[in-house]
């Protein structure tokens, strides 16, 4: 299975077999603001965490497409009213959530409780890449600021 996020703010689920990839049904359909999904990662088989372009993540079940939670980062402060855009979103083996954004922060999410438990400042412009080591004790980040940065437990 794979999962695809639209700048309409659609995600769709695909199936892939025998190397084809072919559209199955639409697990979010376009709500009425225009949000674009702009990253994407499964938290389980059931769940996945989407990064926005409105300031959130949001986890939705797989299963029959309900969000079962909103995760707000707030506004752009160094912009103004902007919106944050959540460039980036990984899970970690134990569920918790990691997401990089256009604000140059790594934010580190609860994966149970989807509540923010920490929130780094190390990039000077936007977080574009995250990636994890497997078994999720180092998290390294990439920004438009040409830095990667290393984190570990």
Same mark, same amino acid.
């Given at each position: ?8 703010? /659609? ?5 892939? /077999?025998?190397s084809?990839l #072919?559209?199955?049904? %639409?697990?979010? !359909?376009?709500?009425?603001? =225009?949000?674009? &999904? ?5 938290q389980?088989?059931?769940?996945v965490?989407? +990064?926005c @372009?409105?300031?959130? %993540?949001? /986890?939705?079940? &797989?299963? $029959?497409? %309900? &969000?079962? #939670? =909103? &995760?707000?980062?707030?506004?752009d402060?160094?912009?103004?009213? !902007? ?11 134990n569920?918790?959530?990691v997401?990089?954004? @256009?604000?140059?922060?790594?934010t580190?999410?609860? +994966? ?6 920490q929130?780094l400042? @190390? ?6 890449? %995250?990636a994890?080591? $497997? ?5 390294l980040?990439?920004?438009?600021? #040409? ?5 570990? !437990?």
């Open positions: 299975m794979a999962i695809s996020g639209t700048i309409d703010g /659609a995600l769709a689920i695909y199936t892939i /077999a025998d084809d #072919r559209f199955q049904r %639409l697990l979010v !359909k376009s709500p009425a603001r =225009k949000t674009q &999904m702009v990253s994407i990662a499964f389980s088989r059931d769940v965490v989407v +990064g @372009s409105d300031s959130t %993540l949001r /986890a939705y079940d &797989m299963r $029959n497409g %309900l &969000m079962l #939670r =909103k &995760m707000t980062l707030g506004a402060l160094a912009g103004g009213s !902007k919106e944050i855009i959540v460039w980036s979103v990984k899970c970690l083996p569920g918790d959530i997401s990089g954004d @256009s604000t140059g922060h790594v580190i999410w609860d +994966g149970k409780t989807y509540t923010q438990m929130r400042q @190390s990039h000077r412009q936007d977080v574009l890449s %995250l994890t080591s $497997n078994d999720g004790t180092a998290l980040s990439g920004g438009m600021d #040409r830095r990667t940065v290393l984190y570990k !437990k």
